[in-house]
């Protein structure tokens, strides 16, 4: 049974050596908080991060991160190199990348790996605790692999563009602790010292905290993200199901979520989940239940190729009425690659999905993402004036509404029903 309690607000000061290896949007975020209390050195690859990140500027987009590393009052070094930091580390917290390899059908860990070694050949007594997403049973792996290495399992909640903030005001702190481990006992005053840490950063103080074994805080990321999945597939096909049958998507979904067990969130239709975690993720779910049955993982991953064919579909409609109109060669517009308003990165993005679609269909496309500096993307011209776009394109495909795009009028193409994420 994992312990649940809520943390007291610590009262005695206490400072930790921390390494943070990694400063995407886990390991940044949880530099900048943990930074407030504590000397954190950030280590990373990319020279450039490094470099804006002693700069006092974030080489990501959020808010919260921006104004903290602006302010200049942190405990925050970057460095690129991991050999020192790690060295005169007590706690080294892991957020390297862990992309779903479609050959293996798992995750490729080999980059969190990459970091274990290094730590256990400087400083083997350090603490390390992975924050980035694992397959079920990882850390168990882990320790036994590497029986002298001292691991801990915290799951990830933020979400992009707002990382900072969903740390300073977490949903829930949990911690894993392996309980193969020889230091079973001293890493579980360990969770519960990282835990500490979090809340001590945070701005809220009454966050739910677990303590549990690391493989079933693994099952929580993958579970919760497919979760999410789960009900983004959901609305989604309830949409598909509105349009094909010519009725009213938004009235059915409003008051579908007016039943409090439903509630009216996380329900505005898009063209699939997409971005850097719930695709992988969901997958990652989907190989962890090789020998266990089960009907509706599988089906959520389906669920999103067939909304995706769906919206494809949509669009050839569309372009094969243009020409019936006398339009030679229709173009299409993509407005934005990013998932969301106000994101910066586009990885693993549906509308890429829907492009790829439209490229094996033969269609020409064109599109407007700010963020581009390349003069072509996935085969297609980037126009960077967004009223030359609009002017080329004869229909524009929208995953997300903007202001931007009341001009289009009814060249647009988007099922953002309610103009929110
Ligand atoms: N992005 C999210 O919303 C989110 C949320 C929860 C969990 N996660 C998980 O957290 C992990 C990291 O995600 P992210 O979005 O922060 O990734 P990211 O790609 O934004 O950042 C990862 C960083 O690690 C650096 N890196 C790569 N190899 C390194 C090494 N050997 N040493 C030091 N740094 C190295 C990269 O240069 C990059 O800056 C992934 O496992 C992801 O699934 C992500």
């Known amino acids: 049974m994992p312990l649940v309690y809520l943390i007291p607000v610590l009262s005695e000061e206490l400072r930790v050596n921390?390494?943070?290896?990694?400063?995407?949007?886990?390991?940044?975020?949880?530099?900048?908080?943990?930074?407030?209390?504590?000397?954190?050195?950030?280590?990373?690859?990319?020279?450039?991060?490094?470099?804006?990140?002693n700069g006092g500027k974030s080489p990501i987009a959020d808010?919260?991160?921006?104004?903290?590393?602006?302010?200049?009052?942190?405990?925050?070094?970057?460095?690129?190199?991991g050999?020192?930091?790690?060295?005169?580390?007590?706690?080294?917290?892991?957020a390297t990348p862990t992309n779903y390899d479609p050959e293996k059908n798992f995750f490729d860990t080999s980059l969190v790996e990459q970091v274990v070694e290094f730590v256990l050949d400087v400083h083997p007594e350090a603490v390390m605790v992975i924050k980035s997403t694992v397959p079920v049973g990882y850390t168990k792996s882990l320790t036994e692999k590497y029986p002298q290495g001292k691991f801990l399992f915290s799951p990830e909640f933020l979400r992009e563009g707002r990382a900072l903030y969903d740390n300073l005001h977490p949903s829930r702190i949990i911690v894993g602790v392996p309980s193969e481990s020889v230091f079973e006992g001293e890493l579980q005053i360990a969770a519960r010292q990282f835990a500490d840490l979090l809340i001590e950063g945070a701005q809220d103080k009454d966050i739910p905290t677990l303590i549990m074994r690391a493989t079933e805080a693994e099952a929580v990321k993958l579970f919760a993200n497919t979760y999410l999945a789960l009900r983004v597939a959901y609305f989604n096909e309830l949409d598909t199901y509105?349009?094909?049958?010519?009725?009213?998507?938004?009235?059915?979904?409003?008051?579908?979520?007016?039943?409090?067990?439903?509630?009216?969130?996380?329900?505005?239709?898009?063209?699939?989940?997409?971005?850097?975690?719930?695709?992988?993720?969901?997958?990652?779910?989907?190989a962890n239940y090789n020998d266990v049955p089960q009907n509706l993982i599988?089906?959520?991953?389906?669920?999103?190729?067939?909304?995706?064919?769906?919206?494809?579909?949509?669009?050839?409609?569309?372009?094969?009425?243009?020409?019936?109109?006398?339009?030679?060669?229709?173009?299409?517009?993509?407005?934005?690659?990013?998932?969301?308003?106000?994101?910066?990165?586009?990885?693993?993005?549906?509308?890429?999905?829907?492009?790829?679609?439209?490229?094996?269909?033969?269609?020409?496309?064109i599109v407007y993402e700010p963020t581009l500096t390349a003069s072509t993307f996935?085969?297609?011209?980037?126009?960077?004036?967004?009223?030359?776009?609009?002017?080329?394109?004869?229909?524009?495909?929208?995953?997300?509404w903007n202001d931007e795009l009341d001009s289009v009028g009814d060249r647009l193409f988007t099922r953002d029903l309610f103009r929110r994420d």
């Open 18 to 53: 921390i390494a943070v290896a990694g400063t995407g949007y886990v390991g940044l975020s949880l530099a900048v908080l943990l930074a407030q209390c504590n000397d954190v050195t950030a280590v990373d690859v990319v020279p450039q991060k490094v470099s804006l990140i």
């Open 63 to 81: 808010p919260e991160i921006e104004s903290f590393l602006a302010r200049g009052d942190l405990q925050l070094t970057a460095t690129l190199d």
């Open 83 to 94: 050999k020192m930091a790690y060295r005169r580390a007590d706690l080294v917290v892991i």
């Open 242 to 286: 509105a349009s094909v049958r010519d009725l009213d998507a938004a009235a059915i979904i409003e008051g579908v979520g007016l039943d409090p067990r439903i509630g009216d969130h996380y329900n505005n239709p898009s063209f699939g989940y997409g971005g850097y975690c719930l695709p992988k993720d969901t997958k990652q779910l989907l």
């Open 298 to 365: 599988g089906a959520i991953v389906e669920a999103n190729r067939t909304r995706k064919d769906y919206i494809a579909h949509e669009v050839v409609r569309r372009v094969e009425e243009l020409r019936r109109q006398g339009v030679n060669e229709p173009v299409v517009g993509i407005y934005r690659l990013t998932m969301k308003s106000g994101s910066d990165n586009f990885r693993a993005s549906s509308i890429q999905g829907i492009m790829r679609r439209l490229a094996d269909e033969g269609i020409t496309c």
């Open 378 to 400: 996935a085969g297609c011209d980037v126009v960077t004036d967004l009223d030359a776009f609009t002017r080329q394109a004869h229909l524009v495909v929208a995953n997300r």
